[in-house]
C-alpha cells in the first residue's frame, strides 16, 4: 500500500487517508511534534508531513535501498536503515542533505537508539539481532573507536526462528524483538522476545510463542 492513515483508536476507526503518499509501499510512520511527522518506503525515500493539512513538507532523498525503519532522536534529528546497508542521520533543520552515514552494515534490517542514546539495537537478514555499545550518532558519522558490538541472538537461532518484523527500545532500556517465520512444511510460527541490555543481567526472554501448522 502507497498510502498512510489516521486512526482513531477510541473510536476503532480511520478517519482520513492519504493515497499515494510514497511511489512503493509505506512501512513506518513516527511522530516529530504534534504537528509533523515522518514515513518512510520502498521507494528509498523518507518524507515529512503536516498533520494538518496532510500536506507534505520535504521528500528526504540518500537511501539506494528499501528503508525499513525510522527513529527520531528529537524534533531535530532522525535515524533512518535501509536495505542499502547504512543507518542515516537526517537534520530536519537541514531537508536538502541526504543524510549522514553512521554505520554500515551488510544485510541490515532495522536499526533503533535506545532511551539514553548510547546503544544502538540493530537486526540484520539472516535474522540476527546485535547491539553497538558507545555508539553516538551525533560524533560526525563515525562510529566511535570505544563502542562494542554485541550479539544478541546467535546465527544458528536465527537461521531458525525467521526475520526479525519489530525491534524497538522500551523505556527501561531493554529490547524488544518480534520474528515471524514461514517454512512452508512446518507452518507458520512466531515469537515476542525480550532482551536485557544490562552488561550483568541474562540476554534472552522469550514472552510469546505462537505456531501454526501447515495445512
Known sequence: DHSYSF??????????TVPNAHLEGVNVAAWINDSSFLTCSDD???????????????????????????????ERFVLSASFDGTVRLWDLQN???SGVVVLKKKGLLQARISPGGSDLGFSLLTGE???????????????????????????????????????????DGTLLMSRRSYPRA??????????????????????ITSNTPAR
Open 129 to 171: 539481532v546485535a547491539l553497538i555499545r558507545g555508539f553516538d550518532p551525533m560524533n560526525g558519522g563515525v562510529v566511535p573507536e570505544k563502542s562494542c558490538l554485541e550479539m544478541l541472538s546467535s546465527n544458528a537461532a536465527a537461521r531458525s526462528g525467521g526475520i526479525v518484523t519489530y525491534l524497538g527500545f522500551n523505556k
Open 7 to 16: 486512526v482513531d483508536p477510541r473510536a476503532r476507526i480511520v478517519s482520513k
Open 95 to 97: 531537508l536538502n542533505a
Open 186 to 207: 512446518m507452518g507458520r510460527s512466531a515469537t515476542l522476545s525480550l532482551f536485557s541490555t544490562s552488561i550483568n543481567a541474562p540476554r534472552r526472554r522469550i514472552l
Open 44 to 74: 528509498t525515500t523518507l518524507k515529512l508531513w503536516d498533520r494538518r493539512m496532510a500536506a507534505e513538507l520535504a521528500t528526504l532523498s540518500g537511501h539506494r535501498g528499501w528503508v525499513k525503519n525510522i527513529d527520531p532522536l528529537n
